[in-house]
Each structure stands twice: as C-alpha cells, then as structure tokens.
C-alpha cells in the first residue's frame, strides 16, 4: 500500500494499538483488534499506553449533564448484588459482624479484595487476611490472587496522616519477616508477590504491617511498630 | 478537592463496585456522569443515542469494575476508555451501512480543541501530551485530535481535511509514531 510503504514493519505492529485507542479503524479491524487482546499482554500493555496518553484530550470535550432518568435505568439494568454472590462468601462474613463499628467497613473492604481478586472462576481456594490492631480494630483485609502470586490489600480504616512509611511483612513459622512491599494510607493497592515466596502464603503464614521511615524498613527487617497483623485463613 | 484525592476516591468507589456495591456505582455515576456523557455525546452528535451508549457504559463499569487496576490506571481515563469504545462502536454499526457522516454537521459541533485544551488546567500528564502534540507537524496533530474527539474514520477524516485518503494515514500513522517516540522521553 503506498501509503504504507515507507513505515517499518515493527512499527506497523506498533501502530495498530494507536490507532485502534485513537479510533480511527473500522468496525471489523476493532474487533479483531478486541480479540488480539486476549492472547497477546504486549498488544494488551501497548494499548493501555496510549488509553493513559491519550485519554488527557478527552478534557477538551466540555462536560453535559445527562437528563435525571439515566440513573434510574441504569440502575434497572444491574442485577440485584446480593443475587450474584455465593452464599458461602455471606456466611463466612458473618463472624465479622461482632467487630461493631468497623464490621461495616471492614465487609465492605473485603468484599471488595475478594471482587478484586476475581473470587468467582477461582481455583482454588482464596486465602484472606483480616489485619488487626492490638486493640482488636481491624485495619486491613487483605486477599491472595487465585493465581497465589498476588496479595490485594485494602485498607479497612482511615489512617491517621502519619507521616511514615506504611509496610507489610510476610511471617512464615520460625523464619524473619520478609517484606512484600509498601502500602499507600487509604487506598487498594495490589502487590506482586516474589516468586520465591508465592506458595508459602498458606495457612500456615500470617501478615503483619509496621510504621517505618519514608521509603521503607532501612535494615529489610521491620524497625517500627507493628501496628497490624493476622492469619491468613481460607474462606 | 485536589486532583488526587479525587482519583483516590474515584478508584475506593471503583473497587467497591466490583465489590457489587450498588451505592458505590451512584457515586461513580455523579462524579463522572456529566464528562462520559459529553465523551459519548461528541462522537454520536446525537442526544438519544448518546443516553443509550451512557446507560450501556455504566452496566459495563459495573460488570468489568474487578478488571480496573487502581495502580496501573487512572480511573477516569478507565472509564473515558470504556465511554469512546462503546460510542465508536454505535457510531461504526451506524455507518456500517455504507452513509458515512455528515462532515458539516460533525464540523458544526466540534470545538477549536487547541484552545480547549490550553483552557484546562493543565495536569503533568497534559502538559507532556500538549508539548509533544506542538512537536507534530500542525496538520498531523490536528488530525489526531480530530480522531480522538470525534472518533472519525481515516476516510472521514481524509474527507473533512481534503486530502486523499492514503495521506491522511500517514499523517496521522506518521504522527503517532513521532508521538509515541517523544512520551516516552
């Protein structure tokens, strides 16, 4: 094509996932571009790139309101919530509700880790942490990936504006912490797990979280105080 | 608010969508309704099917909410990502009959975005997108945000700008490439 003719083939590969973000291709090229994406991460990565470049523009499109009944019949068109869950997930957060207060966000955050972490096609069994504090308060819920290789944690209470660092050990029996990495105060975060580590989150391990100095633990051992901790457990 | 307390907020109500949180999903909607529906509203130039592709764009964000990552994308530019494909797709099975656009009316509606995006206020990530936008030969930046904004096909774009189909791919092929290469500096 002679259009074409002086854009090296690398490039060419390249381009398609521009072109398919900036919405230039026709209908049958968007689909298979949509199916491409399923086998190929780099495709996939490639066109996330320019989904987060790109999507800056779409500041220049001034804001409308849409008319008041949207919302209603959105909200028709999803299914009830509770109806879509398994039953078990409900009675296995049952135990929670004696925590008082806090069980309220405490469910919220764990229904969210689990719904993160894809709980409904999981293989095998998840794994969940409730991290608490000495008082008992439950600050984190964490959540194993179904593939084991990735921890999700969410943040159960709103920290205080302490300005050190946030970070979560690994505790294996009769072995020093290992640390997975530092927690951002008030947000989700998902964490890779080190792949010498990824089949030891059994029941057998328990996760702990300490304050530590801006950057992380200097020493690779935690320095602060332990300000949360608990067993992994499956559900 | 500061921007990113609001990005923030906007992921914990992400991820308590995905937790099949109803209420979650409103707050999701007031916040971002306004900007998806002009998103939506922009490449359809039209009000009804517009509201069709806004509805269908929140069912989506309801059933896709566990894919969000909050550490690898902002939210809004998830959604907004979910907002253009859904409109691109009505407007393509709209022209798949072989009308294409009308090219006055599409030009009747869209803005100088040039001037637009130098009214925003302009975030790190813009500023970076808006200097190596200026980097581009001025007809190839101006192709690509036609394309964006309007989620035109490279032949209704070679129509509105008058140029053969074949050069209006490689402007705009040309001009990714050139972009691709200064983002990433």
């Known amino acids: 094509m002679s259009d074409d003719d002086t854009i090296d083939p690398a490039d060419r590969g390249k381009l398609i996932a521009a072109e398919y973000v900036l919405g230039v291709l026709g209908a049958e090229e968007r689909r298979e571009v949509e199916r491409r994406l399923a086998q190929e991460p780099a495709l996939a990565s490639e066109v996330a790139f320019w989904e987060e470049r790109l999507g800056v523009l779409a500041d220049a499109v001034a804001p409308v309101t849409p008319p008041q009944h949207t919302w209603s019949q959105i909200e028709a068109a999803i299914p009830a919530a509770a109806a879509a869950r398994p039953t078990s997930l409900w009675q296995s957060l049952a135990f929670w509700r004696g925590f008082g207060i806090a069980a309220a966000a405490l469910a919220a955050a764990s229904i969210a880790a689990l719904a993160y972490v894809g709980l409904v096609p999981a293989t095998r069994a998840p794994l969940m942490a409730t991290l608490a504090g000495t008082s008992g308060q439950p600050n984190f819920v964490a959540a194993v990936t179904a593939t084991g290789d990735n921890l999700i944690v969410v943040p159960a209470t709103l920290l205080t504006s302490d300005p050190r660092a946030i970070e979560l050990w690994l505790i294996l029996p009769n072995q020093r912490p290992r640390s997975l990495g530092l927690i951002p105060p008030g947000q989700p975060i998902r964490l890779s797990i080190p792949p010498d580590l990824a089949g030891r989150l059994t029941p057998d391990a328990a996760l702990a979280v300490s304050l530590e100095p801006p950057g992380g633990s200097p020493t690779g051992q935690p320095t602060g105080p332990v300000i949360a901790s608990g067993k992994l457990t499956g559900l | ?185």
Request: charged content about 30%; hydrophobic content about 45%.
């Open chain 2, 1 to 185: 608010m500061d921007a990113d307390a609001t990005r923030s907020q906007l992921a914990a109500a992400l991820v308590r969508v995905a937790g099949g949180d109803r209420a979650a999903l409103r707050i999701v909607y007031q916040d971002t309704c306004a900007k998806l529906f002009g998103v939506c509203l922009r490449i359809l130039k039209d009000r009804s099917e517009a509201e069709d592709v806004l509805q269908d764009v929140y069912v989506t964000v309801w059933r896709k909410a566990a894919t969000f990552d909050p550490g690898r994308a902002s939210p809004i530019t998830w959604m907004v990502a979910i907002a253009r494909n859904r409109a691109i797709d009505r407007l393509r099975s709209r022209t798949a009959g072989g009308r294409l656009e009308p090219i006055e009316a599409a030009d009747a509606v869209s803005d100088p975005a040039p001037a637009a995006v130098e009214r925003v206020e302009l975030a790190q990530q813009h500023q970076r997108l808006a200097r190596c936008l200026e980097e581009l030969d001025a007809r190839h930046a101006s192709a690509i945000r036609a394309a964006f904004l309007d989620g035109a096909t490279y032949e209704e774009l070679a129509a509105r700008m008058n140029v053969p189909l074949g050069t209006m791919k490689s402007w705009i092929r040309r001009g990714l490439l050139k972009l691709r290469a200064c983002l990433e500096r």
